[in-house]
């Protein structure tokens, strides 16, 4: 995993994951690969409450989104 991104100040500044044991927070490079590996979307896709329920899920997403 890369953890020397060059982005990864400015992109904690608008990072939405409340999940604090990740590794990957700040490189969504790698949150991103992550996320599609497990058919998920990461938390930036979600509203900070919809974010809570850590459901990740691609379902969710859409149910959410009608």
Request: charged share 25%; net charge neutral; glycine share 4%.
């Amino acid at each position: 995993m890369a953890t020397d991104c060059q982005n990864k100040s400015v992109n904690m500044e608008v990072c939405n994951c409340t999940y604090e044991p990740c590794s990957k927070k700040g490189i969504c490079c790698e949150c991103i690969r992550y996320h599609r590996e497990m058919g998920e979307l990461p938390a930036c896709y979600f509203t900070p409450e919809q974010e809570k329920t850590y459901d990740r899920s691609i379902g969710y997403f859409v149910r959410c989104n009608k």
